[in-house]
Structures are given as C-alpha cells and as structure tokens.
C-alpha cells in the first residue's frame, strides 16, 4: 500500500510504513488453529503454512473478499478450510490495514483483497474455491480488480500469478514483481485493476461463453471480463468495478460515458451525455463495500446519502448543489448522475493562476490575483450560508470540491459528506482542511468555517501542514510575498483565522534575516545539521534516517532517499558522521549491490561514490563493479537509476584513484547510448524530461566526460540533447521558461529533478565551454524561474532549495552577482518551512506531512544547499568539475576558446 497518506499513519512524526503502526484496531487470527501450523507477520499480513510451497514458484492464487462487518467470521472460515485441505495462506493482520486497503484513494490492485491461499496446483485451486464458495454463500465482498470471481461467489477470485517474492529493480528504483508465463519465460506480473494473466497462461475455471453476461459498463453478476468502451477513454470490463479505457460508447441507465474523470477505489467519476437528449452530465459510481469509514457505511451507501441531499437541496435552494438528475444501480455498484458542472477545481485554478509561482511577475498581477481570490472565498462562503441555512453542514470543504468557473463563480460539487449536524454526526474530511479535534468542541460548523480558512491559505500559500507546527512561518510568507506584492488584509485574516502566532518564536523573523541574511543562513545551516544528526537510528531495521515513502518504495540505501544522501550532506557539512553509519552503510552496499539500480541517485554508482569519500574505496570499486554487470545498464540512459549515472560513479572513482579503467567505462557507457530517436525508450515508460530522468542528465554525463577526457564529439551530442529537451518547454510565451515531467504528465516544473532549474545547471557548464546560441538565449528565461515567491516544497530535488542551489552553482559556473544575491534570497525563504525543535530545526519532506532526513525532499538536501551557498566547493551535486581542464573544455563551434569563469566552475580546473 504505497499511497502517501499511509505513510503518515503510524508516526506522528516521520514517514513510516503502515506495518509499523501500534495501534492497529482489532486483530485477526483463526479462531482455532491446528498445532502443527505456523504464522509469521509480513508487513500488512498474517501468514499461515504447516510446509513450504516447495518447487511451487508459481500458480493460482485464491482470494477472498469480505465485508468489514464480516471479516472474523469470513476468516475463520476459510481458515479452516484451508487447514482441513493443507492450503498455505494469508490475510490482513488487523482492522487498520483492512481499512487502508480499502481506503477510498488506497491503490486499486490491492482492493478486496482479504485472504490470500496458494493452493499447490491447478486440481487444489479447484477443490478449495468450490469448498469456499460453498461454505461462503450468503456472504458479501467486494469484488477484486485484479481477478474474476469463481462461478456465482461474490466472495471467492482467482487470478494467476507468482507465488515466491521474485522481482528485478527498475531504473527508479522500485520493484517489478515477476511470474512465469506460459513459455517459462520470467514477465511482469501484472496486478492492475483487470484480469491479466501471463501470456501462455489459460484460465481453467472460467464458465462457458454463455454465462459471460450482459455487455454493460457495470458488469455482470459472474465476474466475468466482456467490456464495452467508448471511443473517448472509457470502458469497463465486466465484474471489474470500473469505467477505464476506450473503444465504443457504454451506455448505462439511459447515459453515455464519455470519459473518466478520476478513478478511485471507492470507484470512478466520468463526464457524459444524456443519450436521449445530449445534455451533458457528470456521472459518479461507487463500488460495493470499499472506503468503509468509522460509521460504517460504504461508498455506494454515501453515494444514495449523496442522492438523498442533493435531492432536498434543489427543492429547498435551486442552483446551489450540482442538480441531481438519476441514481440507478448496475451489477453491484451505484451510480449518480447530476448536470455537468464546467469548471477547475480550485487548487488546478490556483497552480493555473497564481503570479506568485511564476516568473516575471509585477505588483499588479499579484493584486488582481488576490482580487480574484477574495472573489472566490467570497462566493465560498456565500454558498455555504445558503447551505446552512438549509440545516446542512458541507463538512468537507477542500479546493477539490470547489470549482472554479471562467467568470470566477464558484460552485460546491461532492456533496458525500454533507449532512445535518446531530447524535450521528460522521466527521470525514481531507487532510489540511479538517480542524483539529481539540478546535471542534460540540460544534461541528467549525467544520465548514476551518475549511474556509484553508481554501484562503491555499490560494495565499499552501503549507497547511507546516503551519500547523509552526504558525510563525506565516510571517516569512507574507514578507516574502511582499517582495512583490502585497496580501490585502481581509484576505489575510481570513487564511491566518485559525493560526495565530505563537507568541515565543524560536527562530528569526524575516525582518531579522532580512537585515542580516548570512548570519541568520549560518545558524539555520547549522540547526538543521544539528537536527538532522539527532535524527540518526543506526540500528533501526529498515533505514538509518528518518525517509519519504519513495524510500520505502525503492531502497534506503541511496542517495536520493537514504543513508548515503545523508552521509554526503553531512560531510559537505563538516560534519562527523554518527557512529556506526559508515560501517552498516558499507556493509550492506557490498551486501545489496547487485540488488540495486546501477545509477547515480537511487542506485550503486551513488553509494560508491559517497564511500569513496568517505576513505573506502576498494568499497566502492566494488560496488561499482557489480554495478557494472546490471541488465539495466543496457535498458536505461538515465542519471537517477541508469547508464549516466554509473558513467557519473565511474569518473567520481577516477577522481580518487586516477585509475583509467573507470574513464575507459564512462567512456564505453556514453558511446553505447543509442541515437536520438531510439534514446526515448531509454528514459522510462513515458519519455521524462530533467535531470534525474532526462536527456538533460544524460547530456551532463557527456559533458563531465569530455572535460575529463576531451573528446569533443561528446560535447557535440550532449548539446543536440538540451536542444531537444528545450524543444519540449510548456509556454514560450511566458517570462519563465518551464518543463513537463514528461510525455504524458503536461505540469509545468522549474524543479532541479525535472524542469528549469536541472536545465539551468547544465546549461551553465556547457556555457562556460561552447558558443550555443539556442542555450544563450534560453538563460535570460531560466534563471527569473529560480526567483518565484515560493515553491510548495523546500527539498533540493522537488522545492525551494533547488532553485537556491540552481543560483548558486550557476553564481559559481559564471561569477554572476546576481545569480549569487538571488541564491541568498531564495534561501531566505526556507525559514518558511522551518519548525523549531528541541534537537534543532527540522523540515518537512514530500507533500510536507512528516519530517524527512533525506536528500531528495528532507533535511538532507536543505543542509547541502546551505552548506553550498555559504561556504562554496565544487561537485556539491555529484559533478566532477575539480577534474576538467581547460585543454579538455576548449570551446565547441567556435574558433576562440572560451573565457574561464571565475570561482570554481569547470574551465577554473
């Protein structure tokens, strides 16, 4: 379950896998358990055996649904069933987890899922699903997407797949899990959200073609997978819960689905047509028996409750709910269909509109932005007047259920959770915009007031969960905003309401700073280092520091999202590391190295160099030698987890051994990148854009190398990559120039891993050494992007620090003063983020919902900016520009050399 929102369960404080929380609500075991069998915990789940699966690496898995009202029973019988039959299984550990895998918003592959059994062959998965769909009759559940339903069982699935944990890592550093297909071959075992079994692999159990069903969008009672789509988008395969992809048009109840929306565990949201009429509607479906909140009720009886108001609202108050038009169901989902509503949601309106996030901004954008704003909170709360007085309260007031018209009228959509106030008030909320427990008394109308409020500091600024720990922060917002322009003070005191300060700052104001920045920068430099020390567990099981869920995700161990990340922040510190983290660092590169990417951020060739460093380096010459042996180095050009970023390890070892055998394997790495055009299948699924995933990663790899080695057809083909990537910026209009992160995910980034500033600091290096005109004119719009009122973020890879960091490497590259005073502006903004603790000053990491260590979004990366901005040394961001030379960087298109900058840039040597 890797949905951000699980990781900030079971810590209040830092990230933590949700197999970590303590207090989980009931827990499940057989009732009776014969003495012969054994259990062991697996993150979320229990696992029963009395002998291992030997030989047994694949087959059908059985799994079983159930209602949450229901789930001991359900367990206790398939328990038996399976002891009786010798059939290996598990289930979910407790309520906790059975709520998160059914949450609205968990991932959609793990819906339903309850018990798992592995029955040893084909002849066992039969005699125990008919034992099960027997014994389980009169029971319910809901239906899991990745399988189909065994005969007339609304309990029972099957679905092919491995039954050993076997998998490769991918260039992100995540895992593929693997099944043998048909032809014995190793592929992806796919877990999405329909029945996909391997290739050569037949299903045995599936009824004949007659009892397939009706072609509907809903499905049929049999589970099985006849699907029917339109041509826009949207399909649903039977039994598979779902509108999802496209074909045909799908009729249901009299309406035509034309495209999804969203989609969600709970179900999906899609925009239609009234098939007799053409007037357009909004369609929301919901699954039976998934996101069970606390009182019980599932998201399709929310849907009728749904129904129910907007049903008394249009005769009481016309116009101020979305206009309810049908509820019907088919096969076991719900759906409501009410009048389209055109319109954005009111947090894509802020990131579409706010000046504050956007170069070239001037004192009249920013006041008709907050004229707008005031607009919208105005209409806002107008509504909600209208709703109160109806004796409903909205409870659930977020921007994705305001939207925003073009003439700036709001409408309040998702009426799921309005109700009366009263005995059976159910509290439901999104996080951020809920009260906390102790603002709410015995008045739920705070509610709808403190959701107000945070829609105003939304479009003011959004760090909701930093403020939350920190309410001084709101003082270093708005003297930052104010830098150009100003809060009108109505809207102010509307987004500030619930927070006030906190009367005892710990930390400078911005007036303070202001007056004496690099004083203040040195003690916040030093704060965070002192905070992030005190964060060290060097014996915990999983992570040495405290990591985001991408480090879960991928390893904890690399640079991006682990230890290593750390160890180089600290010693770019000054800082010892603490004891016993350089030893386990070691111990398990050398154990995992083969288990890792290759690459630079999330894999071995980071690790290596941050040994090497740190005096190992025989280490990291093995390391990287295993690295040198991974498929992946043949399937990915990237610097994150790929070619360009063991080429990048590769020179870093040179630089402490002078060894030519690792310039020799760059070398080899960058002559085997295939031609431009093939180069896109390298980059990932979807063509990324930027430094970690990017061509503008692979074109500082080939710059590095040719200042190390001088072959200037290196230089050659890494200008030919930055042109494509500028060929790809979002708006060449506007005064800042920005990127996708990639082919099909269109957000406009300035960030350092994917957008204007990783471009700005490659840019700058091939600058400093080549006459590229299309690169010198893209500078005037790169470096304004670093200057943005703020970021949502303050790590180095998605947020503030790397625009900072942008500004001071190109200050360094170029000898710019104005790069440089804008570096120390930039900076100043991170006590925005900053929370006072007793160890230091901590910051919060991806998404701002718990502390993080780590480089990427943590500490880690804010302390490397800091460290760099004020005491400036090359190769902070794991170049190797103290190796070039001037002879090595002669200028490229040009007969005259170019001019060495000052500092310590590349052609300084």
């Not at 350092?752 to 005037?780: F, I, K, Q, T």
């Amino acid at each position: 379950m890797h949905q951000p929102l699980a990781f900030a369960v079971a810590d209040p404080e830092f990230y933590a896998p949700l197999e970590s929380a303590t207090d989980r609500g009931e827990v499940y075991r057989p009732s009776t358990v014969p003495p012969e069998w054994r259990s062991i915990e697996s993150n979320v789940w229990t696992m029963w055996f009395r002998r291992k699966l030997e030989g047994v690496e694949d087959g059908w898995k059985v799994h079983v649904s159930a209602k949450a009202d229901r789930l001991q029973a359900v367990l206790d019988t398939v328990a038996a069933i399976c002891f009786e039959q010798d059939v290996p299984f598990k289930h979910l550990s407790c309520r906790l987890f059975h709520q998160w895998a059914h949450h609205k918003h968990a991932p959609r592959p793990q819906s339903g899922k309850f018990v798992a059994a592995y029955p040893f062959d084909e002849a066992a998965a039969r005699r125990l699903m008919e034992a099960l769909r027997a014994a389980l009759s009169d029971e319910d559940g809901p239906f899991v997407l990745t399988d189909r339903r065994f005969g007339d069982s609304r309990t029972v699935h099957y679905r092919y797949g491995a039954f050993v944990p076997r998998s490769r890592v991918r260039a992100d550093g995540t895992r593929m899990l693997l099944a043998r297909n048909g032809h014995g071959e190793l592929v992806e075992d796919l877990r999405g959200a329909s029945f996909q079994p391997p290739d050569g692999i037949h299903d045995p159990f599936r009824p004949p073609a007659k009892a397939a069903g009706p072609s509907t969008a809903a499905g049929s009672s049999t589970g099985t997978s006849t699907s029917t789509s339109t041509g826009t988008g949207t399909s649903t395969s039977t039994g598979t819960g779902s509108v999802k992809g496209p074909a045909k048009p799908v009729t249901l109840g009299g309406y035509v689905f034309e495209a999804a929306v969203r989609h969600s565990n709970a179900g999906g949201a899609y925009q239609g047509h009234d098939a007799a009429t053409g007037r357009p509607v909004f369609i929301k479906e919901a699954r039976a028996h998934t996101a069970v909140e606390a009182d019980g009720r599932d998201a399709r009886a929310r849907l009728r409750g749904e129904w129910e108001t907007l049903r008394a609202l249009h005769g009481l108050a016309p116009g101020l709910a979305p206009e309810p038009l049908a509820h019907f169901s088919a096969w076991e989902h719900d759906f409501l269909v009410t009048e389209f509503i055109d319109g954005r949601a009111m947090n894509k309106w802020m990131a579409g509109t706010n000046p504050l996030i956007r170069a070239g901004t001037t004192a009249q954008d920013v006041a008709a932005y907050f004229e707008r704003c005031q607009t919208l909170i105005d209409g806002v709360e107008q509504a909600l007047d209208r709703l109160h007085a109806c004796g409903y309260l909205f409870v659930d007031v977020s921007p994705g259920n305001v939207l925003v018209g073009d003439d700036d009228t709001v409408r309040l959509v998702d009426f799921e959770v309005a109700q009366r106030p009263g005995a059976d008030f159910s509290p439901m909320g999104t996080p951020g915009y809920s009260p906390p427990r102790s603002l709410i008394g015995n008045d739920p109308s705070v509610y709808d007031d403190y959701g107000v409020s945070a829609l105003a500091q939304l479009l003011v600024g959004p760090f909701h969960h930093v403020v939350r720990r920190n309410p001084d922060v709101l003082d270093h917002l708005r003297y930052g905003i104010g830098r150009v322009g100003r809060v009108p003070e109505r809207l102010w005191r509307r987004a500030t309401r619930y927070h006030p300060p906190s009367g005892a700052a710990q930390l400078p104001g911005p007036e303070e700073v202001a007056a004496a920045p690099l004083v203040h920068l040195a003690g916040l430099r030093d704060s965070v280092a002192d905070a992030l020390v005190a964060m060290a567990d060097v014996g915990h099981p999983e992570r040495m520091f405290p990591t985001v869920a991408d480090g879960y995700r991928t390893n904890t161990l690399c640079l991006a999202y682990g230890a290593a990340g750390v160890a180089h922040a600290l010693h770019r510190a000054g800082r010892p590391l603490p004891d016993g983290m350089l030893e386990r660092l070691r111990r398990e590169a050398l154990d995992r190295a083969g288990d890792l990417a290759p690459g630079l951020y999330v894999g071995a060739a980071g690790i290596a160099r941050v040994l090497a460093d740190q005096g190992l380096v025989d280490e990291a010459r093995d390391v990287l030698a295993v690295a040198d042996g991974h498929p992946l180095v043949a399937e990915s050009a990237t610097v994150f987890g790929g070619a360009a970023g063991l080429a990048l390890g590769h020179l870093a070892l040179y630089g402490h051994t002078r060894d030519e055998h690792h310039v020799e394997r760059a070398l080899a790495l960058a002559r085997a990148l295939p031609d431009d055009e093939a180069l896109a299948a390298r980059l990932g699924p979807d063509d990324a854009t930027g430094l970690a995933h990017g061509r503008t990663g692979v074109a500082l790899m080939l710059h590095q190398l040719a200042a190390v080695c001088g072959d200037q057809a290196l230089l050659k083909r890494g200008l030919q990559l930055l042109h494509l990537e500028l060929d790809r910026e979002t708006a060449s209009e506007e005064a800042g120039m920005t990127f996708p992160v990639s082919a099909v995910d269109g957000r406009a980034m300035p960030y350092l891993y994917c957008g204007s500033a990783g471009m700005l600091h490659v840019a700058s290096r091939y600058l400093a050494v080549a006459d590229d005109e299309r690169l010198a004119g893209a500078m005037p719009r790169l470096l304004p992007v670093m200057g943005v009122a703020y970021t949502v973020m303050p790590g180095l890879f998605q947020g503030l620090s790397g625009l900072g960091f942008a500004l001071a490497d190109h200050a360094a590259v170029t000898g710019s003063a104005e790069s440089r005073a804008a570096a120390v502006r930039t900076a100043q903004k991170l006590f925005g983020f900053a929370v006072p603790h007793a160890t230091g000053v901590r910051m919060p990491g991806d998404q701002l919902l718990r502390y993080s260590a780590d480089l990427w979004s943590g500490s880690a990366g804010v302390l490397l900016f800091l460290t760099e901005l004020l005491a400036p040394r090359p190769d902070a961001l794991f170049t190797v520009d103290s190796l070039s030379t001037a002879d090595a960087l002669s200028t490229v298109g040009s007969p005259s050399a170019a001019a060495p900058p000052t500092g310590w840039g590349p052609a300084a040597g």
